[in-house]
């Protein structure tokens, strides 16, 4: 059985793998590792809480064969505006099928009727196959059946309430483990032939995200300060409906409504949707969020499902039981929503093994970038990428060599000093309403070059110290300098990156890649 540690039992170890992050990828990955040495898996919070079990509508997967898995592929090509590697989308479409009967057979329990597996239908997709669970609650059921999986897993440990610091990373360049912030001051050294982040996205970096609070960019932060490429960071997808109420969260109001027949109308009770894409309510994200901003007052529409003859709270007992503290009931009410950041289609670069540029350094879901997404990722396809290529790095992983030694030395110390959490509090807020303001769903140079400003400014009174929202601050600040500056460097719209000043697709369609400050352009992400 694996156990959840108290940490003191672990100071200063040695594993042979250490999995940052405990959402689809992270798990995914560590069941397989598991069967070639010790694995310490550290998450954040307690293990239920990722960006995982936060996932509404579905996995998407073409479980009916040849036919059925090239339009899976032809799909994500088509969302992905140009940009999506065809070689990485197509082994996820193809090994999608594989892992998600591992699920079922894991006892995954997604909705049936008469037996058979539901499917329904979200945008751009060109026919119904996105499975869910427990309706509206796909991404917790998952993480539930691989955590049951994980937990009896000998060689697995699993350390909640621990935040990644900095990776270690030897004289030869090699990433050797990391230093982990234990609560609030512990440090932790961990040392691992190899590392995987599967960290997640960073949706914290907006002050309108449909994202938890864990959502802070942590394992692409702590790649890019080691050195390791990244790329397409301009690509942050706005989830075209989250819920909208002042003072009220961002909760996501699933793309399955529309699936299943709910319309977007403006303040006039009018669909608009027929004015900017054929497929209606059911276009591709970036276009549906961005004909909302234009719609809607302050970028305010309604969803309208009340037409929709099913038994609603059934199919989305989540967001019914939601909307009910705010008095509002799907079969009676318009909805009111808007965009809200939800998902980062670029991040570490990897290739489809989940290898980085650093050795014994991978990573695996939305931290990672394969290129699996281009710059729009297509609905329902991110559960699947976390599963299949997960399970794709724990492989290769498998096959690193143990470090020749263990210097203690290369540990970058932790920079100590007095956070206060009110300052870091605002400082926060601040960096996420500009990021908003500039560098969100529409922008130009002059936003951006107005974002650069105020990085720079933030990046002086940055809060500095080894607390958690200390740790997360600095991530954000370093998340949000990265989208900026492939902002400032992509004079083209494409996908989820629109600018007024460039408002045309470039004729080649080039992925942005970053080591520290270095930004360049280039066709392939992995080159020969
Ligand atoms: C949703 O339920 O709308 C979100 C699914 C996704 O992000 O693909």
Known sequence: ?????????????????????????????????????????????????????????????????GEDVALHLEDTLAAGDGLVDAAAAKVLVEQGPERVE????????????????????????????????????????????????????E??????????????????????????????????????????????????????????????GDGIAMAWRAGAAVSDMEFYQFHPTAFSMPGAPRFLMSEALRGEGAYLVNARGERFMQSYHPLLELAPRDIVARAITQEGMDGEVYLDIRHVKKDLQERFPGISRFLAAYRLDLNRDLIPVRPAAHYLMGGILTDTRGRTTLSGLYAAGEAACTGVHGANRLA???????????????????GDPQPAELPQECTRPVEDGNTQEENVERWMADLRSNMWKYAGLLRDAQGLE????????????????????????????AIATMIVASAVGRRESRGAHFRHDFPQHDPMALHSVMVGEQLSFRQNLVED
Do not use: C
Request: glycine residues 12%; charged residues 20%; hydrophobic residues 45%.
């Open 102 to 153: 591992e699920l079922l057979d894991w006892g995954t329990a997604f909705d049936r009727e008469n037996g058979e597996l539901m499917l329904t239908r979200e945008g751009a997709h060109s026919r119904s196959r996105i499975l869910h669970a427990n309706g509206d609650a796909t991404g917790r059921e998952i993480a539930v059946s691989l955590l049951r999986h994980v937990r009896k897993l």
């Open 450 to 477: 107005t974002m650069q400003r105020v990085l720079s400014t933030l990046g002086e009174t940055m809060p500095r110290g080894r607390s958690r929202r200390g740790i997360e601050a600095r991530n954000l600040h």
């Open 380 to 398: 329902s396809n991110s559960l699947l990428e976390g599963l299949v290529f997960g399970a794709l790095a724990a492989e290769a992983m498998t």
């Open 155 to 216: 060689n697995v440990r699993l350390l909640e309430w621990t935040t990644g610091i900095d990776l270690i990373v030897s004289d030869e360049r090699r990433v050797i483990g990391a230093t982990l912030l234990d609560g609030e001051d512990g440090i932790l050294t961990i040392h691992s032939r190899a590392t995987l982040l599967a960290s997640g996205g960073a949706g914290q970096v907006y002050s309108d995200t449909t994202n938890p609070a864990v959502a802070t």
């Open 1 to 65: 059985m694996s156990s959840v540690v108290p940490s003191a039992d672990l100071a200063d170890q040695h594993f042979d793998f250490l999995v940052i992050g405990a959402g689809i990828a992270g798990l995914s990955a560590a069941i397989r590792l598991a069967v070639s040495g010790s694995v310490l898996v550290v998450t954040k919070e307690e293990l239920a809480e990722s960006n995982t079990a936060y996932a509404q509508g579905g996995i998407a997967v073409a479980l009916g064969g």
